[in-house]
């Protein structure tokens, strides 16, 4: 389970990558963890959430575009992207957005 | 589940709406239903992806800001939205965001 990403005051950019998986998803979960640690390491990673029931949403944050681009043309991610089109994904849409504003609520405050 | 929603060209207007609950979520499925049902009604409203297993994430999208602001002050809205606060949430972030760019995949193309 991911916690809530915490995020710096925008703005700053997300990705919003909804997938649907086939039914073997032999690998994918290690695959999908591996890449998470790759990216945090990335230059500009920001923070992401994960969520998979059914069908599965990850956000990932970034300072900039740049960033973003440099992350999707990794030779590991390049790899894990290929991968991912011929063995997991049914189905998947990426959203390049722009963060303009945020706020949030803790009740423990 | 939800499906990966149908969004038109962009630019459009996201809702990333990240959260975790309580551990008593009594009645709270039934308002979200309830919550996404009404959305779909608003004005400007261009389609949700939602996901719960531990964190819920929930991303809807519309057509412009002044769209979203109203959905935020409807009436039964601002009323989920004090419910949700007072009983369910633990903690919750809603970020606003602009979506500049997508693409898709689709393993039956």
């Given at each position: 389970m991911t916690n809530i990403a915490n995020t710096p005051t925008p703005p700053y950019y997300s990705v919003i990558f909804t997938s649907i998986l086939k039914?073997?998803?032999?690998?994918y979960e290690e695959m999908a963890d591996t890449m998470l640690s790759l990216a945090k390491a990335q230059p500009g990673f920001l923070g992401a959430e994960s969520v998979r029931e059914g069908i599965g949403i990850t956000v990932s944050y970034w300072d900039s575009l740049e960033s973003i681009h440099l992350w999707k043309k990794n030779t590991s991610h390049l790899k894990a992207q290929e991968l991912g089109k011929t063995l997991w994904y049914q189905q998947y849409r990426v959203r390049i957005a722009k963060v303009e504003r945020d706020y949030s609520f803790d009740a423990e405050e």
């Open positions: 039914p073997d998803e032999t690998g």
